[in-house]
């Protein structure tokens, strides 16, 4: 059993790496092995071991198989702004081949449950010709989508799925965020991505004062994740 997944978002900072985490704490919690990646990260502090990132760092604390900093966040940039401007601001050159080769390194490890999460959304340039949908496209991972509950989701929501199929890329299933609390109509936007979103509600997350994952994984269906991408 190895089931893999592409985790994108309907945009940047809609909670893509607390879902990850969730996902991973939680099934590891039931015994599953779990493994997360994020192969290129914007937004990275200095520290005694150089150069990290916050979003990696939690995908490393929530995988039962612990691998090097290196390898779960093998592509580091200081600024937390789009990956391929930070690339061309550091003089860096980095293509699709090279992320799906570091991506292949820890697929291979073969955990129950890998997440490979994307930066920003669907459509984040990497370079001038390659956008971060190549890499799931290169892998042949089925994607998970997370969705930022607030005002306007639906258009964003409609837009990535589709643009995620047109890329002929499987679309596993999606996941609600709450983001904003205050969003009025909730369950009926909820409703609504139920009804346009071609593929099944993997959970809703309701706004969280705390970033406790294994609190968070009650809220998912990680078992029909696993058990629906088995090799």
Known sequence: MAAKYFISGTDTDVGKTFIASALLAGAKAQGY????????????????????????????????????????NPVVLKPAIAPHIALQEAGRRVNISQL??????VLMKKADLTLIEGAGGWRVPLNAQETLADLAKELQLPVILVVGLRLGCINHAILTAEAIQRDGVS???????????????????????????????LGIMPYLD?????????????????????E
Do not use: H
């Open 210 to 230: 705390s970033n406790n994952c294994i609190e968070a994984a009650q809220y998912l269906k990680f078992d029909a994740l696993i058990q629906g991408s088995s």
């Open 33 to 72: 092995s779990t493994l997360g990646m994020k192969p290129i990260a914007a937004g990275c502090a200095e520290t005694a071991a150089g150069l990290q990132n916050e979003d990696a760092l939690k995908l490393q604390q929530n995988s039962s198989i612990a691998l090097p900093y290196q390898q779960v």
């Open 100 to 105: 799906a080769g570091f991506c292949r390194g």
């Open 171 to 201: 679309l596993a299933g999606w996941v609600g965020n709450t983001i904003d609390p205050e969003m009025p109509r909730l369950n009926e936007n909820i409703e609504t991505l139920n009804a346009v979103i071609p593929a099944p509600c």
